[in-house]
């Protein structure tokens, strides 16, 4: 065993040579050298600091949701807080752990008669994720709900509140900052009926069924809607609904989805990106900014 890999066990459980492919929902990536999953914020306090003497790089994942990774290897350690999966009630806020299902999350508070997170019943990442990205889904954001950010900064945790972070469509400061670890957060939530709360859930995991391809690998919608537009109306204009390259085909149900339709690649997913915005471009004038992230390219 290498002396860095010995050191990185003491952490958490270590895997090598994990495939990206397995942890992001496009099932698309190369393999990543160690996988770690940090058992508590001493460990992955001291496993930061591990692998900044080493001079590694390093990238969270959560549920992998709305990342396109290259199909090389990565060199470096993916930190996964699977283990982060707490959560508890007070009074009118939830505390939740970075790694927790905003899913689970959002049935547990509809369970507990807490309305807040019904937009987020059907946005399959995790608390940190959702954060990072300031997911967000009928005209509803984390940043709506959101009190405060604990966060793993320069070697030290800390409180952020939410009117720091710098959110808007998308967007937040993590963004900017991809060293920085969403370690749990502080929801604001408000007392509701629990059927009207379970009766608005249901209503969207309907909607979300019958216009998504759920059936099928993908990182949700490709690209930002902009302001003057929705992505999927520019991407119907110009007559890509089911077009492919490769492995990677423009969704038939919903065209604001790339699929991997079997056997992917990155590379045939970003081919149909640039393709996408090429035609975008000439035709309307309009740059569309991919919402997907890409990781890993060089
Ligand atoms: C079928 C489908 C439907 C979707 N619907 C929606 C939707 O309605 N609305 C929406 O907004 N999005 C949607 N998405 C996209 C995706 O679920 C969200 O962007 C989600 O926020 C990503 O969370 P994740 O845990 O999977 O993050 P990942 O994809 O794992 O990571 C995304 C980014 O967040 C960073 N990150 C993750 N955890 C942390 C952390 N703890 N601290 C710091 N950085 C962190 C990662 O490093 C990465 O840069 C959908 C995706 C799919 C596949």
Redesign the pocket.
Known sequence: MNEFLNELSQFGKVECNLPLSKM??LRIGGNADYTVFPQNTVSLDSLVKLITQYGYPY?????????LCSDDDFHGVIIR?DEFNDFYFVNNQIVAQ?GCSIISLSYEAMKHGKSGLEFAS?????V??????N???YKS?MSDVLDSVFVYRNGVFEWMSAADCEFSY?TSI?QKH?D????AVKLNMIDKDVEEIRALMDSRRERRMAS?P?DKP????VFRNPESVPAWKLIEEIGYRGKKVGGAQVSEKHVNFIINAGDATAADFLELVHEIQEQVREKFGIELHLEV?T?NWH
Do not use: D, H
């Not at 920085?180 to 370690?183: A, D, E, G, K």
């Not at 993908?218 to 919608?221: E, F, H, I, T, Y």
């Open positions: 992001t929902t990238k969270i994942i959560g549920k992998g949701s709305n990342l807080l970075a059907g946005i399959p990442g995790t940190g994720g959702c954060t990072f990205m997911a967000g889904a954001s998308r993590f991809p920085w670890i969403v370690v998504q759920l993908s990182a949700g919608s992230e990781f």
